[in-house]
Structures are given as structure tokens and as C-alpha cells.
């Protein structure tokens, strides 16, 4: 073995004896198995052992397999490194905040005990609803290892290995990082009146359709849930890269607004990542595009009779996730060759679709909202290759047909142009308070144009945050927030109209020899009011 990899392996022997040398063959072994099985007689065995250990520059993954200590694994004592698991990753976790706890009872031992006890109180429910959340999603990074190994970015490592790589992938971060460049907060004024509208918006989302769906139907479900609305058009078949859609009035914003579903039938992962295509100036996702180019083509028409009905309306494209996507290319294709229509779009969760060479063309009809860590906005195969790039090669013993397919694989992603969302999106932080807590509103401006950065961060929250329903109960906690805020000065307002009209004016009065001696006496007191 090289000295890079073997002075590993003597670092075991010296902790643990002459037995390590046993344990590093058997790892060999076990990582040769098929190959070894293979083998017609000892020479070719031994020639392909020393081929793979004259090789093995980096014995990391060596090392791990031989201090595997899970029910399947290779020993069962206990390991000299830290074989990383979800069973331990969560006991460290806990050992960690037991530990920060102590410390900060410790800290707060001078002051008054009801002040303490509360403090840690609320540190510990917050705890507490953080340790479950991750136990939700503790199977965050499958998605993004399957990913990366249907993208055949990383052959060489199982998929065991490669989610381990990741956890220690040295990331730059992600374009939606708030305090990166070209982020900027949001005036309260503008974030009140954004999130107001976004929540009004994403109701529209909420409904499901179906094959057999009519415009009754849909109307009795959304009288129920949206005042003032009036059901124009439904079309529940979907098709690849088609999602389905509907129509309807909102009289009270005086809008016709354009709903594209999520997704379409056996929509995957992968679909985000596909290859870009020409578009306008630039670059777009080639699925997206053609799912656009068929809106754009197929529902002008019903937009221009919407339209004609109720002269004055505005109109409003909205969606979530994939069909983000195809509606905000849609939008730019609707302006550019039906300008009458003045199309803007709303989108939540808009995936990476546009080169930054189009996405100017976004700075006046789009809106783009995320949401804490999702990932989908930033999303692309050239970020997927940089990903994979960044992780060391495994252990794994290539042919070279298979050599050859990483190899291609990577050219191709770093060929890719660098998709992004829009030219700018609104950052939403995931609001998690205790139950009746009134949470504060915080926005940031994101201008993906000029953001440096180039990566993926990996967050336990990356595919919880990108579902529907937190988007929805995030809109809904900071709609709540914001409602009082308004309503207080109004009311305010209306009680000092209420005392003003009760005090009778003094001109008015009768100048009476009582009231005479009144004015006196009002002359005499404190002009102070109590």
C-alpha cells in the first residue's frame, strides 16, 4: 500500500495490536468479494489484491468497514473510530444538549430562580421540538444520494459511503444562504403587504384535481374556502411536463388567477436536474421549457375570454414546485408574444430553470417566495456535479466501461450553465414557536445574479421545507401576526372619535351664571389631564 493509506492502518495496529492487521485483510476481503469470487485461480486473486492496495491512497473507508459494529457489519466490538450512524448521530445529539443545558443552568445560577426556571423551560421545549423534527426527517440525505448516484457523479462509493462523504463534504454553501451577497431585508411595509397577498394566493394551491373534476365541483369546494371567488376553467388531465390546471375570478382582488398544480403523474427527483435548452436570451430547464411552450399556446385563448369578461383584471399565474417552473416560463412567453395580457407570475418554491442570462427578464413579473433551507430553488445538474466533485473517491473498484461513465457524467454536468430560480426571491425563515407564540416577521431580498456562491447545503430541513404545507402554515402564522397590526390603529382611531363625540364642545353651552362660575373653576385647576 502507499504510505498515505497504510501509515492508517499501522495507527490501528499501534491502538489495537497485531489484530488489525487481521481486521484491515478481512475489510479487503469483503470489499473484493465479488471480484475475488470471480477470480479463476489464486494467481489472478493475489494480482488483483495488490493491484487495489497499491492503490488505496486514501483508506478511510477501509478503516470504517473495519470498525463496523451494526448487526450486518463485518466485528462487533467495540470500533476505535467513530462509524457514523443514525442511532449514534442521535445519541451525540443528545449528549450535546445535555451538556449546553448544564451549562447554561450554570450560568444563570445568580439570578432569580423564576427567571432561570422559565429561561430553560423554553430552552428545552425548543430542544425537545428540534430532536423530533430530526427524527422526522432522518433519512434527509437518501434523496440526495440516490440522486447523485443515478446521475452516475459517484461510482466508486456505496451508498452507505456516500452518505458519510457527504456529511463531511466541505460545501461553500447554498445561493439562498441570507447573510451571502446580494441579500438584502426586506422594509417591513413591503413584507407586510408580500405576505398578505402570497397567503390569499396560496390558498389557490390547496385544491386537488382530478380527471373527472368540473367547474361545479371545484366551485363548491372553493366557495367553501375562498370568499368571493368564481370558477372559470378546469382541465384535471395532466401529461409529462403538463401539469393540470384551473381558472377563477377573485372579485375581491380583482384578479383572474391562473392555478398550475405541483406536479404531474410519476414525477421523480431526477426531473429537477435536467438538461438546459436555448430560451430567449439564455438557457432554461428542457422540460419546463416544453411544458411552457404548450401553455403559452394552448390557454391564450381562454385567457383572453377570461379576461374579456371582467375588463380590468388583472392577470396571475400561481404554483408550487415543479409547476413553478413551467408558469414562470410560461409568463415570460405569455409577455413576450401576448404583451395585451400583461401576465405576472407568484410562485413558491420555484425550482432552478433560467440561465442568469434570462433571468432580467424576470425583475418585473415575478415573485418568487422561499422557504428557510429548501433546496429545490437551487437545485441543477451543475451544482450536483460541483457536489459530487468535492466528495473523495471510494473505495469501490471500477471497470472501465463504468470509469468511463463517471467520467462523462461529470463533463456533462460541468458543461451544464447554472440555472437559478429568478432574478430575485423573498427568504422566508421557518417560523417554529410554541403554540400561541406570535412570531416575527423577517425577509430577505435574495438577488441570485449576484450571489457567489455555487453550492448545495445540506440541511436536515432541505426537503421538509419544500412541501406545501409549510409553506402554508409559515404564510398563515406571519398573516396572523400582521392582521392585529393593522387592525389596532383603525381601532385606535374609531375609540378616539367615540370620546370626542361624547365630550359636548364648550362653545355650545349656555352662558349661565353656574357655568360661569365653572369656567372659573376650570381655569384654576391643572391643565394636566389625569
Wanted: with cysteine; charged share 20%; aromatic share 6%.
Amino acid at each position: 500500500m502507499p504510505s498515505e493509506g497504510a501509515l492508517r492502518i499501522w495507527d490501528c495496529v499501534l491502538l489495537e495490536g497485531r489484530k488489525a492487521l487481521i481486521k484491515a485483510v478481512m475489510a479487503l476481503f469483503e470489499v473484493l468479494k465479488p471480484q475475488l469470487l470471480s477470480c479463476p485461480d489464486c494467481d489472478t486473486a493475489f494480482e488483483l489484491l495488490q493491484s487495489v492496495a497499491g492503490r488505496m491512497w486514501d483508506a478511510s473507508a477501509l478503516v470504517h468497514l473495519m470498525n463496523d459494529t451494526t448487526p450486518s457489519g463485518l466485528f462487533s466490538k467495540k470500533p476505535i473510530g467513530v462509524y457514523v450512524t443514525a442511532e449514534r448521530l442521535q445519541s451525540f445529539r443528545n449528549k450535546v444538549k445535555q451538556e449546553e443545558l448544564e451549562q447554561d443552568r450554570q450560568q444563570r445560577e445568580p439570578s432569580s430562580k423564576s427567571g432561570m426556571f422559565s429561561s430553560v423551560k423554553n430552552w428545552t421545549n425548543k430542544q425537545v421540538a428540534k430532536l423530533q423534527r430530526m427524527k422526522k426527517s432522518a433519512n434527509w440525505l437518501d434523496d440526495i444520494v440516490k440522486l447523485v448516484q443515478e446521475s452516475g457523479l459517484a461510482l466508486t462509493h456505496t451508498p452507505k459511503t456516500l452518505a458519510q462523504a457527504l456529511l463531511y463534504t466541505d460545501d461553500p454553501g447554498s445561493l439562498l444562504d441570507p447573510a451571502s451577497e446580494g441579500s438584502e431585508e426586506v422594509e417591513s411595509g413591503l413584507s407586510r403587504q408580500m405576505v398578505l397577498r402570497s397567503n390569499s394566493l396560496i390558498m389557490y394551491m390547496y385544491f386537488k384535481l382530478t380527471q373527472e373534476d368540473t367547474v361545479a365541483s371545484v366551485q363548491a369546494s372553493v366557495s367553501q374556502q375562498i370568499s368571493q371567488s368564481e370558477v372559470f376553467h378546469v382541465n384535471g388531465t395532466a401529461a409529462k411536463w403538463r401539469p393540470a390546471y384551473w381558472m377563477s375570478f377573485d372579485h375581491k382582488s380583482k384578479q383572474l388567477v391562473f392555478v398550475i398544480r405541483p406536479a404531474f403523474p410519476g414525477m421523480q427527483l431526477s426531473d429537477y436536474i435536467g438538461p438546459a435548452v436555448p430560451f430567449m436570451n439564455g438557457f432554461a430547464h428542457a422540460g419546463m421549457v416544453a411544458g411552457a411552450r404548450w401553455f403559452a399556446s394552448n390557454v391564450t385563448e381562454l385567457l383572453k375570454q377570461g379576461l374579456q369578461l371582467h375588463p380590468g383584471y388583472k392577470l396571475v399565474i400561481v404554483s408550487h414546485a415543479l409547476g413553478a417552473g413551467v408558469g414562470m416560463l410560461a409568463t415570460l412567453l405569455l409577455r413576450r408574444e401576448q404583451p395585451a395580457l400583461d401576465a405576472e407570475f407568484h410562485g413558491f418554491s420555484t425550482p432552478a430553470c433560467i440561465s442568469e442570462d434570462s433571468a432580467y427578464l424576470c425583475q418585473s413579473c415575478v415573485t418568487s417566495i422561499i422557504l428557510g433551507h429548501d433546496c429545490i430553488p437551487a437545485l441543477c445538474l451543475r451544482r450536483l456535479g460541483n457536489l459530487a466533485s468535492r466528495v473523495r473517491a471510494g473505495s469501490l473498484l471500477l471497470s472501465v466501461e463504468e470509469e468511463q461513465q463517471m467520467e462523462s457524467s461529470m463533463t456533462e454536468s460541468q458543461l451544464q450553465p447554472m440555472l437559478i430560480s429568478a432574478h430575485e426571491s423573498i427568504l422566508l425563515q421557518r417560523l417554529r414557536g410554541k403554540e400561541g407564540e406570535i412570531p416575527e416577521l423577517r425577509a430577505a431580498r435574495i438577488k441570485h445574479t449576484e450571489c457567489s456562491s455555487d453550492g448545495l447545503a445540506l440541511s436536515p430541513s432541505m426537503f421538509s421545507n419544500h412541501g406545501l404545507p409549510a409553506y402554508f402554515r409559515t404564510l398563515q402564522l406571519l398573516s396572523e401576526t400582521i392582521q392585529p397590526l393593522q387592525d389596532q390603529p383603525e381601532e385606535a382611531a374609531c375609540a378616539e372619535d367615540d370620546v370626542t363625540a361624547s365630550v359636548p364642545s364648550p362653545a355650545a353651552e349656555p352662558d349661565t351664571p353656574s357655568n360661569k362660575t365653572e369656567k372659573t373653576e376650570r381655569k384654576r385647576r391643572p391643565s394636566g389631564r389625569a
